[in-house]
């Protein structure tokens, strides 16, 4: 059985289903901003990166700094 991620499946969404082709950078900001958070979603459930909030105020102005963390991976060379 085959299973498409998330960001894959995405992208079929606006491929042309007679020649296969893909738009590429022909698109709107909510397509493309759509493509990008599909591929972090991917990312997070793969757990390659994890995401952290931390609220903060200064000068009575409310903020939230938004930190990506990366996953350390182990490169092996297969032969």
Request: aromatic fraction near 12%; charge should be positive; include cysteine.
């Amino acid at each position: 059985m085959f299973f498409l991620q998330l960001s894959e499946a995405y992208c079929l969404l606006w491929q042309n289903s007679r020649t296969g082709d893909v738009d590429g950078r022909q698109g709107s900001k909510a397509k493309i901003g759509g493509a990008v958070c599909a591929v972090l979603l991917d990312l997070i459930a793969m757990g390659k990166i994890g995401i952290e909030f931390e609220k903060k105020k200064f000068l009575f102005v409310n903020y939230t700094d938004i930190w990506v963390q990366v996953s350390p991976t182990v490169l092996t060379m297969q032969t």
